[in-house]
């Protein structure tokens, strides 16, 4: 089975870059049978709308064949959803290898 034993972890900043940049990407992975997962850095509160838009991002996902149990939304006051924040790269980092490291992903 293709596929079989990948575990892939798609990494976006914002809800809806899941679809925006990534769908054919995500589309591909899941009919090749491989264990999709989403980590998205930000919950996408500029509006103060973040409670719409992770719902929005989850509907999304189920729709490219994400179901909402291997999604993980961070909330960190330290990555916010606004476009005049610059986000520090060794927080970011962290945030992605933690969880790598937690879920045991071999393809990011």
């Known amino acids: ?18 679809c925006m940049f990534f769908a054919p ?19 996408g509160n500029y509006y103060n709308q973040g409670a719409l838009r992770k719902q929005e991002l989850i ?9 909402a149990s291997r999604i993980t939304v961070v909330d960190h006051k330290n990555l916010p959803d606004d476009p005049r924040a610059e986000w520090k790269i060794s927080l970011v980092s962290s945030v992605v290898v933690e969880h790598i490291r937690a879920h045991m992903f071999n393809l990011v």
Do not use: F, W
């Not at 990494?11 to 899941?18: C, M, S």
């Not at 995500?26 to 491989?34: E, F, G, H, R, Y």
């Not at 509907?59 to 179901?67: K, R």
């Open 25 to 43: 990407a995500i589309i591909q992975l899941v009919s090749l049978n491989v264990d999709v997962h989403l980590l998205c850095l930000s919950q």
């Open 59 to 67: 509907s999304s996902c189920a729709v490219l064949g994400i179901p």
């Open 1 to 18: 089975r293709k596929g079989a034993g990948i575990r892939a972890l798609v990494v976006t900043a914002h809800p809806d870059d899941e």
